[in-house]
């Protein structure tokens, strides 16, 4: 099977309200994806949540470096988890984790 | 430098939880929708906010009146895109920066024709991005569907296109990057979308700023001291 390039993101998630947990999260992202994209490039993009600090809102994913944009675009739509309303910022990508420091 | 150029802000005394948000996105300027002293301040916390009008009469007649009154007030005059003859007024006119499509006029196409004449005069056609954000399903599809449309009607005619918030709420608004992003889902290339959000809104800005100031005379006529 060929291996698919991957692709890491850092970014900050702003809330106006209560902590968002790295599960509610995730799930927002599978959400906005499948909801936006269907369930094939949900499938095909390999989200996965690295590190995310519910203080800060900052952290880490990776995906498919083909689906990358799809992913962020999905992320950028959620308008709110749960009760508290949230805005995406995409900070860095890059190929590797070290490239985003 | 990025700026919005639709922020709906509710009232003056929410300005401040506005400012700060556009500080910690990354945005060097709003355009609010409340009334300013000035076509241009400078907030205490270094923001620039630039006035903003949008046209709200429905005859051509009135709306040269009401631009005529607004035009040296504000540095982003607007208008709804809505039926053809006033929306091919607008994109004529170069007093008008831009032509908005946003959540309650979804339903009004751009015609060639019009973005052809808007290109002409150097309108830009501006998308809220606040109705995708808000809306869900087959809702959102729809928004989606008229912002694609549009946005493939003015590229193709080379018109230029401008994304802003139209966030009534500061977490509605978006980091520049963000809004790139969003670009790219209304059908915009890498280079359409950062030029949509990175170029076009600066560009807008300072041709009004050099048309209201005191040494403009027309167009291509300055006062050199």
Redesign the interface.
Known sequence: MKKTRKRYLRFTL???GAEITEKQFSNAIWSSLL??YGEICTADSKFYLNSYDAKKGTGILQCNAAAL?KV??SA??I?SIGNT???????KTSGTIRGLS | MPIDLNVRIPGLERLDEFED?AG??GLTGIAPSVELDKPVVVSRKGLVLYARADLKSKRIGSLRKELGLLRRRAVIVAFPLAGVETSNWAAEDRRVDLLTLREDNIGSTLKDSTAHMAEHSGTALEIQFAA???S??LN?SRVLKGFREATRTALDAGMKVVLSSGAN???????P??MT??G??IGMDRVDSREAVFNTPQQIIERNERKLSSEFVGPGVEIVK
């Open positions: 702003h809330r106006n909801s936006l944009e962020i675009a950028v739509m308008n309303r949230v805005s995406f910022e995409p900070m | 948000m910690r996105l995708i954000l808000q869900t399903g959102r709420h500061p977490i509605h608004m978006r980091s990057m963000a992003y969003i790219f889902m």
